[in-house]
């Protein structure tokens, strides 16, 4: 489980998908505003140091399992924005 739940800036939820890799918990996602939402994301979280999130593929209907995507090392204060 992550040692922190970060906010995205400029999120918008998407819903609650179940998510194997954080425990099979419910989690909330998120999408950019202003774009289709093909894809949404977890919060970002701090985990050993880092930011990361997952990443859910709607087309596939599916978690991208694989892979943990990393932000970079995490600092109070940091925002946190969808690029």
Not at 8 to 30: A, D, F, K, S
Not at 31 to 38: A, F, K, M, N
Not at 53 to 70: K, V
């Amino acid at each position: 489980m992550p040692d922190k739940w970060l906010k995205w800036e400029n999120g918008r939820e998407w819903g609650e998908i179940q998510c194997p890799m954080l425990g099979n918990e419910y989690v909330m996602t998120y999408y950019p505003e202003g774009v289709p939402c093909y894809y949404s994301y977890t919060a970002p979280f701090v985990s050993d140091g880092d930011i990361c999130y997952y990443r859910y593929d709607h087309d596939e209907g599916c978690w991208d399992a694989d892979t943990l995507f990393c932000m970079g090392e995490y600092r109070e204060g940091t925002v946190i924005s969808f690029g």
